[in-house]
Nanobody, 121 residues
Framework: QVRLVESGGGSVQSGGSLTLTCAAS????????LGWYREQPGNSREGIASVAVDDSTTYADSVKGRFTVSISSDRRTLYLQLNNLEPEDSGIYYC???????????????WGQGTQVTVSS
C-alpha cells in the first residue's frame, strides 16, 4: 500500500520561504512519478509541480521561477522549495503519485493527507 506523508507546511509572511517534504513508501508499481498539488477554498485541486518517471520536471505557470521540485536519489522523498511566497499560494499541499503521469488529477493513483501552507500579506 502506497503511503505518502507530507511535512513542512506552516505560516509565513509574504516573500517568505518554506520547504515541503513528502516521504513515499509502499510502492507496488516499479516506476512512478511524484508530484505536488494544491487545493484552495472554492477551487479544484491543481497540479503545482511534478517529477516524471524519467526525472523530468513540470511546473504550473503560477509558480515557475519561485518553486523548485526535487527528488531523492532513491525516489523515496519528494521536496518542494517554495520561495517568494504570496498570499495566493496559500492552501493545502498534497503529495501525489502515479505509475503513469502526475500532471493532472485524473492521472493520480495515490494521495497524501496534505499539509497546510498559509501566507499572510
Amino acid at each position: 500500500q502506497v503511503r505518502l506523508v507530507e511535512s513542512g507546511g506552516g505560516s509565513v509572511q509574504s516573500g517568505g520561504s518554506l520547504t515541503l517534504t513528502c516521504a513515499a513508501s509502499g510502492f507496488t508499481y516499479s516506476r512512478y512519478c511524484l508530484g505536488w498539488y494544491r487545493e484552495q477554498p472554492g477551487n479544484s485541486r491543481e497540479g503545482i509541480a511534478s517529477v516524471a518517471v524519467d526525472d523530468s520536471t513540470t511546473y504550473a505557470d503560477s509558480v515557475k521561477g519561485r518553486f523548485t521540485v526535487s527528488i531523492s536519489s532513491d525516489r523515496r522523498t519528494l521536496y518542494l522549495q517554495l520561495n517568494n511566497l504570496e498570499p495566493e499560494d496559500s492552501g493545502i499541499y498534497y503529495c501525489a503519485s502515479s505509475g503513469w503521469e502526475c500532471t493532472t488529477v485524473p492521472d493520480i493513483w495515490d494521495w497524501g493527507q496534505g499539509t497546510q501552507v498559509t501566507v499572510s500579506s
